[in-house]
């Protein structure tokens, strides 16, 4: 991959990363401890507050993750390795990399 393309990559990622980190921010008080008065807040309310907080959860799980790949694509990246797949060694198709920059495989050893 010529160091043009890898350069675009490298900013992409980066901007992938600063999203990640505003959006984690940004919900870090939906995150946080339910903490409801038991005598003034009715029982559908509190339920209603922990699946808030259960899903606020679950989509920062999936941040952490997608923060993972995109940092393991920067090493990639930082290693001269970005756009080879890591079980095969055969080059990942361009458009492969365009749709996820994060893709650390090719087509073939992704299906298996």
Avoid: W
């Amino acid at each position: 991959m010529d160091e043009q393309r890898l350069a675009g990559f490298h900013v992409r990622l980066g901007e992938i990363l600063a999203e990640l980190d505003s959006a984690d921010h940004e919900t870090r008080e939906g995150r946080a401890v339910v903490a409801l008065d038991q005598q003034s807040v009715g029982r559908l309310s509190r339920m209603d507050a922990l699946q808030q907080q259960a899903m606020a959860q679950a989509t920062h799980s999936r941040r952490k993750q997608q923060r993972l790949r995109v940092k393991a694509a920067l090493a990639r990246i930082r290693a001269r390795e970005y756009g080879v797949c890591v079980e095969c060694g055969d080059d990942i198709s361009p458009a492969r990399l365009d749709s996820d920059p994060t893709l650390p495989r090719c087509i073939n050893c992704t299906r298996g």
